[in-house]
């Protein structure tokens, strides 16, 4: 899901605003608790259907509520535990007998007629009414009443507060919806419509999602001003049903944002596999939820919030939730980044579909990667079981999980890549999986150990900051290449030394240019390289594979709008040691080169200049004595080097 947050109490996370200023929204609601709980459960039982009737009072703010709960015993039992909250319970049946029961402030406990053994199928129906209640996972969400709106705000809990579930992303079932609401209202739910029964003084709309679906994707929105939009996209061939149920006013520019939902359903189907849920439909539906949400096959998207010029990162990221987090559903909340890492991934896949390589670049440089190191929490934590709602939520499970797949992408390569995700969809498909199990399908896929990217990654907080310098020292005929990379991130908070395979970059004299790897893995590392030319420069990571920060690549384009004060380089001689001091007004990276008086290159430096007074040490140990010039930058000095 993807937040905005409006009118917050208590905590109020920082906005998230992408590179272009707009908000960058994440699946919260703008209905904020102040004690965030939440937990994952397991039951005796597997829920296999719910079949659940509501009728709506939009005005009163009222539902009168039947639910079906059928769940296939695992462990035997004598008291069967069903998620639920609020609600005045009017009666409740075990198949058809009268049971007895009792409540806490989250289930409902229904003493069994008689001891249920693994194998059994029992349907608990519950009969029940009131005002809906609040969720409290953190989000207050539930069935909300907003202006003639009656729809359902995520949250971790929101299954129990308007049904009788076990409510947890662990357990799916299949789900009939049958809801009621006035003659003039139109109500969408999961799945497909089957029947709309028009009574007296009231409609019911009977939807049917047949795919498993966990209790938090399951949702109805009811409205009496939609306009339907229809569209069509075409996945091997068979058409998928592409709804937008939009707000009636201004309708046209709602619909508008939505015209590229259908090519996403189908490049997603190139990319992830055929899109989840065929046979069903996927739909948009505008509702003041105050975020994005990815229902399964009916995404809930606020249309009255700004999510920029062109909407489709958004309408994207909510899309490929239908495979990620809905089809293959996240197994514990601590998994939450194979949601929304995923998700959030997506946006740059979506951004390759319309402008390829240099789009999907530019996306996760400057919305993903960029945006986590600008907005990185303090102290720093792990993408895997991040703990409370709101680390949950945030910018390491969203923006770092994308760079995880980014960074994966690399290492293993993109047709690879491209086979663990397919492979990881096709395996957990209509269930969930954990963070290990996509962890074994990468190593699967690939071939290749992946402990250590995974564990310095995932269960480690923090990313590398490098700091890299270069030198080139002729060698007879060849030169030699030194290139010390250092990581200067903080070890504080567990943050790792990161073993990365990095790209390095070379340019030679001649322009050629030359793609090389290392592997880096210690706080200060060495590499050596001959070439039988000179390297002119030396960049690593060039195309922004890792989620680091790097010290010279950005300056190094912009040296030439950096003057060094020529007349402040100064020339002193230690023996064979030169030292070379000079004024900078800027912080950044220089290069600083020795010539003889023949024009030759003697000795290259990469130079990390601070602003003010530098000094850099060349040892001349090779050099007869003799004129020689220094140049920094594109300011030159003449020096005699006299032992
Ligand atoms: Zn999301």
């Not at 009788?164 to 357990?171: A, K, L, N």
């Not at 929304?340 to 951004?351: C, D, L, Q, V």
């Not at 908070?493 to 030359?514: A, C, H, Q, R, W």
């Amino acid at each position: 899901m993807t937040t905005l947050i409006l009118g917050c109490i208590l905590v109020i996370p920082s906005p998230r605003l992408d590179a272009r200023g707009y908000l960058k929204v994440l699946e919260m609601s703008r209905f904020i608790a102040a004690h965030p709980t939440f937990e994952d459960t397991t039951a005796p039982y597997d829920a296999v259907h719910y079949e659940i009737h509501i009728k709506i009072f939009p005005t009163s703010h009222y539902i009168e509520g039947y639910t079906a709960s059928t769940v296939a015993v695992r462990d035997t039992l004598d008291v069967l535990s069903l998620h639920f909250r609020g609600y005045t319970i009017d009666s409740i049946k075990i198949d058809s007998s009268a049971v007895g029961y009792s409540r806490t402030d989250t289930t409902i406990e229904l003493t069994l007629p008689s001891q249920a053994l693994p194998g059994d199928t029992l349907t608990a129906h519950v009969w029940y009414r009131g005002t809906p209640p609040s969720t409290t996972a953190g989000f207050n969400g539930g069935i909300v009443f907003d202006n003639g709106y009656v729809f359902v705000a995520f949250d971790l809990d929101i299954g129990r507060a308007w049904f009788p579930c076990h409510d947890t992303p662990s357990d799916k079932a299949t789900v009939d919806q049958y809801i009621e609401a006035p003659l003039d209202y139109f109500v969408v739910a999961n799945g497909s419509l089957v029947e709309v029964d028009t009574l007296d003084s009231s409609v019911v709309f009977h939807w049917r999602e047949g795919y498993p679906i966990a209790t938090y994707l399951t949702v109805f929105a009811a409205y009496n001003h939609f306009a339907h939009i229809v569209d069509t996209a075409y996945v091997n061939g068979t058409p998928v049903p592409v709804h937008g149920w939009v707000a009636r006013w201004d309708s046209s520019r709602r619909a508008n944002r939505l015209v590229n939902v259908p090519d996403m359903v189908e490049y997603f189907s190139e990319v992830y596999g055929a899109y989840p849920f065929i046979g069903e439909k996927f739909s948009n539906v505008d509702v003041p939820l105050g975020y994005a949400m990815e229902n399964q096959t009916n995404v809930f998207i606020d249309m009255d919030l700004n999510w920029g010029r062109n909407w489709d990162w958004v309408l994207a990221h909510e899309l490929s939730h239908q495979w990620w987090g809905d089809c293959v559903t996240l197994g514990t909340w601590a998994d939450v980044w194979l949601n929304e890492g995923f998700a959030t991934y997506s946006e740059a896949i979506n951004a390759y579909r319309t402008g390829g390589m240099a789009a999907y670049h530019s996306y996760i440089r400057n919305n993903i990667m960029n945006y986590y190191i600008a907005n990185e929490p303090y102290p720093p934590y792990p993408i895997y079981n991040p703990g409370s709602i709101w680390r949950m939520y945030s910018v390491v499970t969203y923006e770092k999980g994308a760079s995880v797949l980014h960074m994966l992408r690399h290492i293993v390569g993109d047709s690879v890549f491209f086979e663990i995700l397919r492979t990881y969809r096709s395996r957990f498909e209509y269930g969930n999986a954990v963070t290990s199990e996509f962890h074994a399908v990468a190593e699967e896929v690939s071939g290749i150990d992946l402990d250590w990217f995974f564990d310095e990654w995932v269960y480690s907080p923090g990313y590398p900051k490098y700091r890299y310098g270069w030198d080139v020292w002729p060698v007879g005929d060849s030169f030699d290449l030194v290139l010390q990379i250092d990581q200067i991130q903080s070890h504080n908070y567990g943050v790792p030394t990161i073993k990365m395979p990095i790209d390095v970059e070379i340019v030679f004299e001649s322009g050629e240019t030359l793609r090389t790897v290392v592997w880096d893995s210690l706080d200060s590392q060495v590499f050596r390289f001959t070439f039988a030319e000179a390297p002119r420069s030396v960049v690593i990571d060039p195309d922004d594979w890792i989620l680091c920060r790097k010290y010279t690549s950005e300056i190094v384009e912009a040296e030439p709008a950096q003057p060094i004060d020529a007349k402040e380089i100064r020339i002193s001689l230690d023996g064979d040691l030169l030292n070379v001091a000079f004024e900078s007004k800027n912080y950044g990276y220089k290069t600083l080169e020795i010539f003889d008086i023949a024009g030759r290159l003697v000795a290259r430096k990469g130079v990390f200049a601070k602003v003010g007074q530098n000094v850099v040490r060349i040892r001349m140990t090779a050099c007869p004595d003799g004129v020689y010039f220094v140049k920094v930058g594109d300011r030159t000095q003449k020096f005699l080097f006299m032992r």
